[in-house]
C-alpha cells in the first residue's frame, strides 16, 4: 500500500516559472526522500531530509519537511523542459530493513 | 558498473510460465531491494538484501515470488506460474549502506503477462 499521496496528481506550468508538489504521509519517519522518474527510466534520487530537519537546499530544489503536519514540499524554481517528468516522495519509517514507502507522484509538465 | 543494471529491460510471459529477472547492483553496496511499480502508480517494495542475507520479504504479494542474492552482489527475482496481474515494471535499488539511504535504481523490467 501505498503511504504517501502527492498533490496535485499532475501539473503543467511555463519554463522559467516555479513549480511545487506536495506530499503527505501516515506514520512516523526517519527520513523523507524526492525522486524523479523520467518516461520509461529508473528513478533518480533528487534530495534526503531527515525527520529532524525543516528545510534542505540542493541547486534549483528546495524540500521543506513538517513532521506535525506530516507533510513534505518540493520546490523546483527557474523549471527548465528537462524538468519534466514524474515527482515521487518516499518515506523511510525507521526500520532500515523494509524499504521506501512511495506517493503514486506527481506528473510535471514544463511547457516551452 | 557505472550503474544498477537489470535484464532483461522488456519481458513477454504467457501466463503460467516461470520468468526470471535479473539485477547487478553497484560494486560494493550492501543494500539491495526489489519493488514493484504498476502503471500510473508509484514503487511499492517488495524484498530486501543486506549483502547475501534476505532481511525482509514481507512484500512479495504471494509464494509464487522468490528472490536470492547468494554472493551478496547479483540478485534475481523469480516469478513462478506469472499470472496476468503480475504484469508491471520491477525496479532494483541498491545502496552503499544498511537501511534507507540515497538508493540508486536501475531502469526496471517490463514484464507483461499476456
Known amino acids: 500500500s501505498q503511504q504517501g499521496e502527492e498533490d496535485p496528481q499532475a501539473l503543467s506550468i511555463q519554463e522559467g516559472e516555479n513549480a511545487t508538489m506536495n506530499c503527505s504521509y501516515k506514520t512516523s519517519i526517519n527520513n523523507l526522500q524526492w525522486y524523479r522518474q523520467n518516461s520509461g527510466r529508473g528513478l533518480v534520487h533528487l534530495i534526503l531530509?531527515?525527520?529532524?530537519?525543516r528545510e534542505k537546499h540542493s541547486g534549483r530544489l528546495r524540500v521543506t519537511l513538517d513532521t506535525s503536519k506530516k507533510s513534505s514540499s518540493l520546490l523546483i524554481t527557474a523549471s527548465r523542459a528537462a524538468d519534466t517528468a514524474s515527482y515521487f516522495c518516499?518515506?523511510?519509517?525507521?526500520?532500515?530493513?523494509?524499504?521506501?514507502?512511495f506517493g503514486k507522484g506527481t506528473h510535471l509538465i514544463i511547457q516551452p | 558498473g557505472a550503474g544498477v543494471s537489470q535484464s532483461p529491460r522488456y519481458k513477454v510471459a504467457k501466463r503460467g510460465q516461470d520468468v526470471a529477472l535479473r539485477c547487478d547492483p553497484i560494486?560494493?553496496?550492501?543494500?539491495l531491494f526489489w519493488y514493484q511499480q504498476a502503471l500510473g502508480q508509484g514503487p511499492e517494495f517488495l524484498t530486501y538484501f543486506q549483502n547475501e542475507a534476505q532481511l525482509d520479504k514481507s512484500g512479495l504479494p504471494s509464494d509464487r515470488f522468490f528472490a536470492e542474492r547468494p554472493e551478496g552482489s547479483v540478485s534475481t527475482l523469480k516469478i513462478q506460474r506469472t499470472q496476468q496481474e503480475d504484469s508491471a515494471v520491477y525496479l532494483c535499488a541498491s545502496s552503499l549502506v544498511w537501511g534507507n539511504t540515497e538508493a540508486f535504481f536501475g531502469q526496471g523490467t517490463r514484464l507483461t503477462v499476456v
Open positions: 518516499a518515506t523511510d519509517a525507521g526500520g532500515g530493513a523494509d524499504g521506501l514507502t
Open positions: 531530509i531527515r525527520s529532524n530537519e
Open positions: 560494486s560494493g553496496h550492501v543494500s
